[in-house]
Each structure stands twice: as C-alpha cells, then as structure tokens.
C-alpha cells in the first residue's frame, strides 16, 4: 500500500521582525502621543492623576468596559436605530486606549524625568515615556504564557482611566 505523505509544517517564528514590529509600534504611538500633549495637555494630566491615585478603580471601570460593551453593542444593533452609534462607540474604545496608554506614558516619563534629577518638557516627557513604557510592554509579550498579563493590566487601566475622566474633561469623584 501507499504510504501517506507527512505533513508539512512550516513554523516561523523569527524574534528580530517580532521585536522590530514592538519597536516601530512603540516609536509610532510615542510620536502620537507627542502630538497629543501638544493639543490635549491639560486632558492627558486629569487622566494620568486618575491613573496615578485611583489605579484599582481605573482598572475595575476598564473591566466593566470589556463586559459590558458586548452587550450594549448587541443591544444597540439590534434596534436598528442605533447601528450607527455602535459604530461609533466601537471606534472610540480604541481612541479611549489610545489616551489611556498615552496618559500613562506621561506619567512614566515624568517619573523617569524626576528620577534622574532633570526637568523636561512635557512633549518630550511623554514621547519618551509612552516609548519606554509600550516598549517594555511589548518585549514582556513576546515571553510565552505570561506575556499577555502586563499588556491585559495596562490596558485595563488605561481605558478605565480614560472612561472614568471621559477623556480627561471631567475630574471623577474621590
């Protein structure tokens, strides 16, 4: 009889293009965040007090976004009237990690600033700590079974905070 052919298993995996690709990602969202500080200076500080003081809460609202945005969104869809404010709401969850993760780099950078006793400005104080931090995050992701934790966490918190603030224009409450 005819023996059956093996299988053709092409795994690749190659470490240099994963660690580029955090990199890039890191350079592109440090460089947005810059820009950001430019317009939104004021908004980024309100958030990343809230990160700073109420991290627990951040991370419970930012949690409460991810069960209960299922939900409306389906709810939403379903009433045919408000399909387009689902799509709204769905594109404005990643703007609200975007500001969050922003928020959080700001706040990084001027604790990297204090640290080493210099006083920047806050364009390069973000851009150089939202780099720093997305790209910690991004290399502890490529460590297998555990990688997804820090990223789940800082995610958590950064949409929370930027929910709890509605995107830094309210001060929340405690």
Avoid: H
């Avoid at 023996?3 to 240099?16: H, R």
């Avoid at 958030?47 to 609202?61: C, D, E, H, N």
């Avoid at 769905?90 to 703007?95: A, E, F, G, I, Q």
């Avoid at 609200?96 to 364009?123: C, H, M, S």
């Amino acid at each position: 009889p005819d023996a059956p052919n093996p299988p053709n298993v092409n795994v690749n995996i190659n470490p240099f293009w994963n660690m580029a690709g955090k990199v890039g990602q890191a350079v592109l969202i440090a460089v947005i965040g810059m820009l950001l500080t430019l317009f939104l200076q004021p908004q980024l500080d309100r958030t990343a007090s809230v990160i700073v003081r109420q991290p627990f809460i951040s991370g419970s609202y930012g949690l409460l976004v991810f069960i209960a945005l299922p939900v409306a969104l389906l709810i939403m869809v379903v009433t045919l009237i408000l399909i387009p404010v689902a799509a709204i709401v769905v594109l404005l969850v990643p703007l609200a990690w975007l500001f969050g993760v922003i928020a959080l780099g700001q706040e990084v950078g001027d604790r990297f600033a204090k640290a080493i006793n210099q006083v920047w400005a806050p364009v390069l104080s973000t851009g150089f700590g939202t780099f720093l931090l997305l790209l910690v995050i991004g290399l502890m992701e490529l460590i297998p079974c555990i990688g997804w934790i820090p990223s789940a966490l800082v995610t958590l918190i950064s949409i929370g905070a930027a929910v709890m603030t509605v995107f830094g224009t309210r001060t929340p409450p405690g």
